[in-house]
């Protein structure tokens, strides 16, 4: 709890490694992204970096020790209250008008809401009416949790009445569904259906499976979830509509051979869901506990069992490809390590896959060296 300790401590730390001046190196790139990460705007960011000081960090000690308390205690309107002093001490601006206002449309747009519905909050979000928001998303996120689809429903119904944004089923619910089924990949038709079949009533019906399908597909059963999900609400075939679909798009963004993937499109159906439905769900369980090596060997399974390709020929060898031309490297180096690719060889190269997808797209340039370091002895390059 002691602020201003803790700051003279981080300011010792970086005058003894050499780091040169806590606020520069240290304070202002943390203060920075914190603010963007929740949504403040561009300009009110710049304007709290540029008032960062020691004496009004040491003036924010209260507001941080609030945030922290408030965070675990889930006190929203006191968390609001620390987010105002925090704008106020640093200049940046009202409250409402650089990051009430601005975090709430992200919000809403990333769940999937209209920009026509979003632009509205300029209006109808302000001062007066946002301290009446916190008692609905507590109650909004204990409904939620519980998986009761109408006290949701009430909640937001409450929520959009005093903010003017219409009916939560046409402007929220159903865009949220939308892109969901839309990222995992499923066919467009059947995206599109969601904005008639999805109703109040049936909302009643698949309360249980909702929370779980925007989530983040990591129950015990996701796969039996989509297809009652796509039953209850008349969809067509899950396996047509959706798990086809999706891991064709999967296999199109690795950069698996096009023949692989048309196979995978004809004999991918209802019967054949059956037998993969097991390695489909490992696949899940994987993600849940971040287990990037079980994801690509149970993936090669599925895909093995879908095609009836090799998984080097077809998988690996496209992928590795795609990974090597995206990072610039020569095309006769890159035919010269598929070439060395063998099924004996990608025993001990799954795990360097895992290293190119995962650091490349963190843009870790130390672990993208490793990677390929380990790669080449491996190949024998």
């Given amino acids: 709890g002691n602020v201003a300790g803790a700051i003279g401590a981080l300011e010792s730390m970086c005058d003894i490694v050499g780091l040169g001046d806590a606020i520069v190196v240290l304070f202002k790139?943390?203060?920075?992204?914190?603010?963007?990460?929740?949504?403040?705007?561009?300009?009110?960011?710049e304007a709290a970096v540029n008032n960062l000081t020691k004496d009004s960090l040491e003036k924010l000690g209260q507001p941080l020790q609030q945030l922290l308390i408030n965070g675990a205690s889930g006190d929203v309107s006191q968390t609001m209250d620390a987010l105002e002093s925090i704008c106020e001490v640093l200049n940046m601006g009202a409250a409402i008008d650089v990051l009430f206002?601005?975090?709430?449309?992200?919000?809403?747009?990333?769940?999937?809401?209209?920009?026509?519905?979003?632009?509205?909050?300029?209006?109808t979000l302000t001062e007066?009416?946002?301290?009446?928001?916190?008692?609905?998303?507590?109650?909004?996120?204990s409904e939620a949790s519980s998986g009761n689809a109408e006290g949701c429903l009430k909640a937001c119904d409450e929520a959009f009445e005093l903010l003017e944004l219409g009916d939560p089923m046409e402007s929220l619910i159903v865009p949220a569904v939308q892109q969901k089924l839309s990222?995992?990949?499923?066919?467009?038709?059947?995206?599109?259906?969601?904005?008639?079949?999805?109703?109040?009533?049936?909302l009643k019906e698949i309360q249980s499976l909702l929370p779980e399908v925007v989530a983040g597909l990591t129950g015990?059963?996701?796969?039996?979830?989509?297809?009652?999900?796509?039953?209850?609400?008349?969809?067509?075939?899950a396996t047509d509509a959706l798990f086809s679909p999706a891991l064709q798009k999967l296999l199109r963004s690795m950069g698996a051979d096009a023949e692989a993937i048309a196979k995978v499109k004809s004999t991918f159906?209802?019967?054949?869901?059956?037998?993969?439905?097991?390695?489909?769900?490992?696949?899940?369980?994987?993600?849940?506990?971040?287990?990037?090596?079980?994801?690509?060997?149970?993936?090669?399974?599925?895909?093995?069992?879908?095609?009836?390709?090799d998984p080097v020929e077809k998988l690996y060898k496209p992928a590795l490809h795609k990974?090597?031309?995206?990072?610039?490297v020569a095309l006769q180096t890159i035919e010269k390590m598929k070439s060395a690719l063998t099924a004996k060889k990608l025993e001990d190269m799954r795990t360097i896959f895992v290293s190119l997808l995962l650091q490349g797209a963190s843009g870790d340039a130390v672990g993208l060296i490793s990677a390929f370091d380990d790669m080449f002895q491996i190949l024998d390059l």
């Fill in 29 to 45: 790139p943390a203060l920075q992204k914190k603010l963007l990460a929740i949504g403040v705007s561009i300009k009110a960011v």
């Fill in 101 to 123: 206002r601005p975090a709430m449309q992200e919000m809403l747009t990333s769940s999937g809401v209209s920009s026509a519905v979003v632009q509205k909050l300029n209006y």
């Fill in 128 to 141: 007066e009416n946002v301290k009446q928001l916190p008692p609905l998303a507590q109650v909004l996120a």
């Fill in 183 to 202: 990222s995992l990949g499923a066919n467009p038709t059947a995206v599109d259906m969601v904005r008639t079949t999805l109703t109040r009533e049936k």
């Fill in 220 to 237: 015990d059963d996701a796969v039996g979830l989509f297809e009652d999900l796509f039953k209850v609400l008349g969809l067509g075939d």
């Fill in 269 to 309: 159906n209802s019967e054949k869901l059956e037998e993969v439905k097991p390695t489909m769900q490992e696949i899940v369980s994987c993600v849940k506990v971040a287990d990037a090596l079980g994801i690509i060997v149970a993936f090669e399974k599925l895909f093995q069992v879908l095609s009836g390709c």
């Fill in 323 to 328: 990974i090597l031309a995206g990072f610039g």
